[in-house]
């Protein structure tokens, strides 16, 4: 039930992701006032854009040689 959560919940999936990368338990990640949960959603959400238009590029380069 838990892994179904976690598999189809994008807000349960990063919770799990916040608290791995943090080093916190998942009840600590819970407890974070709102708006620092949010810049940390918006923190990871801007690195993997960033990261995708990097792949991208690499593509992109790799085709053209």
Known sequence: RLKK???NDQD????YFLAEQLHKTVGEI???PVEEY???VQYYTIKSEEQQ???NKAK???KRR
């Open 53 to 55: 238009k990097e792949l």
């Open 60 to 62: 992109m380069q790799g």
């Open 38 to 40: 949010n810049g940390w």
């Open 30 to 32: 819970m407890n974070i």
């Open 5 to 7: 959560k976690i598999e």
């Open 12 to 15: 349960t999936r990063f919770i």
